[in-house]
């Protein structure tokens, strides 16, 4: 069976278009005004309302508080909440409750220390998302385009799916997904020409050699 492959951070609708094509399953939304690939909510639902079934919109979010929540969820046609911040399990209890939405939590990790975290979130988040952990004052929490030790995570079992994230490209993904057993994969920046401007070629590249992959 091949990867699936989530392209996040989606703002154009030739980008969408090439995602759909390209056979990604999951399209990331972000709504983070620090990030280059920030979107406002009407701009999410006018991406999103094309978007054929079976390939499902995901709206990242950062310590999103409830008004902006029920913006998205109101006002966009989004099939899942991605929580990037610093939510605890409890928050994402909260937010699966009040939205009806599944919830894919990301984690960080720069070592060992911080495997613990996954076991925290996995009897709770729908999915986690487990990703490099941002540098420290990075603007970001995600979307560096930084990997971590892939070995950290390498064939481990967790009660929920899991997607990898974090630094991946064309070219190295093939590698994570043997490393790690990965079934799911997460890119931004890595099919990107410049900060937020993605590129189709490198969209098409990255779903074709995940597909190859697994
Ligand atoms: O992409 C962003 O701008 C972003 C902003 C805030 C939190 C998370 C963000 N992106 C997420 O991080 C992963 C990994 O990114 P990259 O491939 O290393 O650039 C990305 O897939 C998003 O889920």
Redesign the pocket.
Known sequence: MCASV?I??LSDPRHVDAAVTAGARYL?F?F?P?????VSVGHAAELMADVPVGVAKVA?T?NADDVLLDRIVSETVVDML?L?GAESPERVVEVKARYGLPVMK?IGIAGPDDVGQIELFAGVADQL?I??KAPRGAD????????FDWRLVQRKYWPCPWML????TPDNVAEAIRLTGAKQV?????VESAP?IKDDRLIAAFCAAAQAAA
Not at 186 to 190: C, H, I, L, N, Q
């Open positions: 989530k996040c951070g990331g972000v983070f620090k990030s280059p690939r920030n990242l950062v991605q990037h990301a998302l990703d490099a970001l929490p995600g979307g560096n385009g930084i990997s994230a974090g630094g991946l997460d890119v931004s920046s890595g937020g």
